[in-house]
């Protein structure tokens, strides 16, 4: 991987920040977040301006440039990479460690006196604004919005915004009418007597509207925005899409069943001119939910006094909550997706020892088996097949440049997953196809042993998932090891593969308490740069725990894997376990054994259904 | 215990809520916090105003009175104690509860449109202000300061601020001069551009100047406040204090070494004035520190353009990190803390069968037995001395109405500390003198794995302690028990038992990460009302631990326990423990027997040295 020659984006980018053609007055750093005005996290080509000026393509990351500095913050998962994609025009930021300042005290640190510090107010959040805003301003700094994207500005062929065929989705998959959500969302702005509701995050209002489209990749959502009312909703999107007779039925625009219900639609981006008329003709006592993610531009629409900001929405809540349909959808996607990687894991260890497979061949080969499970869309996001030093990128995606050939001597890690009409999948696997080293098969024990401990950890009734991440690290702790990322994130049910707000981290952002239904990762995992990577990834549902004792009536929660893929017995070194590790294994193997394997004999896969049986032996 | 009766005393104050003489404009609900001026969690006599209205008086609690309402929030430590100490005019919040609304949300609930609710500024902390006063706001109320305290107004006989002698510590005691500390304290000023700091915690000025007082019981600490700048030192404190000479001596104030190094004095009242005085006089760029949780009337005296208010200060850090000579004595003050119960537990084996020790009787024979130690100052706490059910109240103070008999049929708990002037205790042993019963046996053995899971985690350097709070909990979580408190709190050096900025909690307050030198508890426990209460504490210190390998460099962290009390093994259920676990048990013991076992045997005390050795066999 070669970095991006930035010389001359730095030197055009520094003079617009002092060209009164976009900025009233000469600005001395410009922020370039890595969102969009969604601040959604996987984004469309036409977004991606922090990967244009600085080369660095993970997915999270902030740019900033000053007259003299250009530096980049970004988390764990990334330092090499990020190390690899950027030329020496630019400081990599390792967030997290302890000598790493925070973007407001460098700026503070290397800004002349009262600097003007500007950034594009659509995608900055709102939260993030205020946080940095304060910040500066008690420095002596100001922080201005840009209205001119400043990249944009430089960047000579910016893709268009793409605006996809919208798919709609019946009740077979989503369990509910985009009604009854309506009528349910509804319910909880009266309770809380909040009489609008501004939604910007995409997920949401795909979820809300049973609507899917593939305006991102890997991410089946569609630029949109969303104004909901006690008695209104508008909705808007770019209107060639509703000329969808299919669409157009499924939102009943050409005969509503009842006024409420009637959705009044607007081009994309007339939201700002909508949604400054709808604040104009507020009554006073009137209260506007919007999330203090949503964008800085939005969110100065609604005046101070009417605006409740929210840490996230009722819609973001109700949405990680699976209901019994979309619980049934995502096993079943699960079990598909497990019957492709058997496949995977069988095809892979016949054509290795050939020494013609590659980091690229083999996602490609995940993606080929995939795709022929019924109602698979496309992938979750961009797979991650490493092999040897590779693992050790956390967000590797293997490029003609670094691709390895897979071997007998060093360890592979497959992090992929998929977009089924029933559910998403997200799935790590480390493996060893010959014979991994002490250290290798330590390393990984460890692993497996956080990995259990989070998926069968018993736990009272609104416990927060961050409570739960240490959980994950004992065992690396105990021999001085760590992994600098989270435990966990929410899964969406054919949506976003990373959605909140619920999680397992030791960061303890507003994580909103686990319940029965909630759908998360559970993906501890070691690193070590120059060497391998190891991660132990399953999807896990929240389910109600019987337990021994009942303390308060509180009731119990633990965790059901939905992902059921063997986990490589070679890897393990059985002597770092206890018996009720192994017997978790085992319990597991034998379930991966009589779900999936039932599936693959109907569907006739007898190859994998072999290494399957084989794979999934009792360890005694 | 019966209820105070309340009822007069809420018709005053509801009379004192409209009086012009106290209030501009009558008010609609009155806020009574627990704290002082200081914000200290333990208050004179002449601060306890929310025990004077409710009658509740634990250590945490905030009464508010509408004109229709009475309510009082407290946390699960108090829910029985508050229930039974205040009359029915009263409503308990049981805080943690999920039904349980949060004092903003509750006024909203009963508040007619567009009410006033006061409080008085000196005894709200500013972030608490901030955050009442922002969600009355936007319910369209207002928080206003009442300048006149409502409840000293109606007080007849309140009592006076005490002003007792003040005891200067020498380095034997402290490692540090004053003057040290107040030159590191400067270069992390200079550090951060910071030429002001408003001191108000009364444990943090005590420490910087190496003095104590007993104007609190329990805590060796003064009413005092200092103002320090870059090279000025202003303190406040009633003048009759600084007429001792070993206290003139102690700070120079007649012969001061250097100009920046002289201490101003100024009456302990006239800090307003002062600070007034102070920020009239302040340049441009002047930036002055306060804690966030410093009151809310002196904040507002800094304009908020120099103002910089921290969540806790440096001198809090400062002090939270032991030195060498401070972690000598802490040991120091253990051994002759465990020297005292062991006497206590082998008086207490003896007297129980007569059918005469009683929980007082028991306290005080604690307490006379740890007067008898060298350097022994006060209690660092009221002695939680409990039988049976009283067990599970978990602040429980016997009182004559209360007082139970120490038998051979209940678990008794006693959690109690002193204070030495080379250290401060706390140590919580549960115990049973007759046969305890399967279950309790049960439910304190998950209690020890609880604690010897935080005690003997490894962790790495930077760890935060709240990401060990689950740990202490995981083996009651599996059989669906729980414990309603945190898991540990910081400890001062012949300083407040309870100190931050670090601790072990579910709750992720602003805790700092733990380094090496810090002094926290470890004390999980498990409650059955109405039956009996569980509880093991430790006090421990945070040392670095060797660990296999060292990701990172990190380095990692480990506790080592200063508390040195046989834990009953008659409690212990030895099949639920793990063979690491009773490993544990018998170093444990084993350095109970060693160390103590030479201080008993040095003092001679033969039946507490046999009774040490008897309880501190190994589990085989």
């Known amino acids: 991987m070669s970095p991006k020659i930035t010389v001359e984006l730095l030197r055009q980018l520094r003079q617009a920040m002092k060209n009164s053609k976009y900025i009233t007055e000469p600005i ?26 600085c080369g660095f393509n993970g997915s999270a990351g902030t740019a900033i440039v000053t007259e003299q500095h250009a530096a980049l913050w970004t988390d764990g998962r990334y330092f090499l990479q990020a190390s690899q994609q950027m030329d020496n ?34 995608i900055i959040a709102a939260d993030q604004w205020k946080n940095m805003s ?17 990249i944009d500005a430089i960047w000579e062929d910016r893709p268009a915004r793409p605006s996809t065929k919208l798919i709609a989705l019946g009740l077979k998959y989503t369990g509910l009418t985009w009604q009854d959500k309506i009528t349910a969302l ?23 509207f049973n609507l899917r489209g593939s305006d991102i990749e890997y991410n089946p959502v569609f630029f949109t925005y969303a104004i909901i009312s006690i008695r209104n909703i508008r909705l808007f999107v770019d209107s060639k899409r509703l000329l969808d007779p299919v669409v157009r039925e499924h939102l009943e625009l050409d005969s509503p069943s009842k006024p409420e219900l009637t959705i009044q639609c607007f081009p994309y981006e007339s939201v700002y001119t909508e949604l400054q008329a709808v604040c104009a003709a507020l009554a006073h006592k009137d209260k506007m939910w919007i999330c203090d993610k949503a964008s800085c531009a ?51 260890e016949k054509e290795i020892p050939k020494g013609t497979v590659t980091e690229i061949s083999a996602a490609d080969k995940a ?152 759908i998360v990762s559970d993906e501890p995992g070691y690193y070590e740069d120059g060497s391998f990577g190891i991660r132990i990834e399953n999807v896990v549902l929240v389910i109600p725990a019987k337990t021994k004792y009942n303390y308060r009536n509180r009731g119990s929660l633990t965790f059901e894997p939905l992902t059921l893929v063997p986990i490589q017995l070679k890897m393990i070194n059985t002597d770092l376990l206890t018996q009720k590790e192994r017997d978790w294994v085992n319990d597991y193997h034998k379930k991966c054994r009589e779900t999936v394997g039932a599936e693959l004999e109907r569907q006739g896969r007898k190859e994998a259904l072999d290494w399957l049986i084989r794979e999934t032996q009792p360890i005694v």
Not at 140 to 150: F, I, K, P, Y
Not at 320 to 329: L, M, S
Not at 449 to 458: L, N, R, Y
Request: contains cysteine.
């Open 134 to 150: 304060k910040a500066l301003s008690s420095a002596g700094h100001s922080l201005v919005a840009v209205q001119d994207n400043l």
């Open 298 to 348: 939005l969110t100065q629409v609604i005046p101070k006094a009417h605006r409740s900001a929210i840490p996230y929405t009722p819609l973001c809540l109700a949405k990680a909550v699976k209901n019994p349909t979309e619980i049934q959808g995502m096993k079943m996607a699960h079990i598909k997706d497990a019957v492709a990687l058997c496949e995977l894991f069988a095809w892979l």
């Open 28 to 53: 001395q750093a410009y922020i370039i977040p890595s969102g969009d005005a969604h601040q959604s996290e996987y984004i469309a080509p036409c977004d991606c301006r922090r990967e244009f000026i």
């Open 367 to 518: 993606e080929e088996l995939r795709s022929q499970q019924k109602d698979f869309v496309g992938l979750s996001f961009p797979t991650i097949s490493s092999v040897g030093p590779n693992g050790a990128i956390i967000h590797y995606r293997p490029l003609p440049e670094t691709n390895r050939t897979l071997s007998l001597n060093e360890v592979y890690l497959i992090d992929s997953g998929a977009q089924y009409l029933d559910g998403t999948t997200d799935v790590t696997r480390t493996v060893h196809f010959g014979t991994p080293s002490d250290y290798e098969k330590e390393c990984f024990t460890y692993v497996l042993k956080g990995h259990i401990a989070v998926s069968a950890a018993v736990f009272p009734n609104g416990t927060k998932g961050h409570l739960l991440d240490s959980f994950a690290r004992a065992a690396l702790w105990d021999s001085g090891l760590d992994y600098l990322h989270g435990t966990g994130h929410g899964v969406g049910c054919f949506l976003n593969v990373h959605e909140g707000p619920c999680g397992i981290s030791y960061k303890t952002f507003a994580d909103e308490p686990l319940e029965a239904g909630m």
């Open 186 to 208: 509804r319910g909880k702005m009266a309770e809380r007597k909040i009489s609008w509701f501004v939604v910007t995050a995409l997920d949401e209002i795909a979820w809300l």
């Open 89 to 122: 025009n630019w400081t990599l930021m390792k967030m997290g460690l302890k000598e790493t300042p925070s973007q407001e005290d460098w700026l503070i640190s290397v800004l002349p006196e009262n600097s003007k510090v500007g950034v594009d107010p659509w």
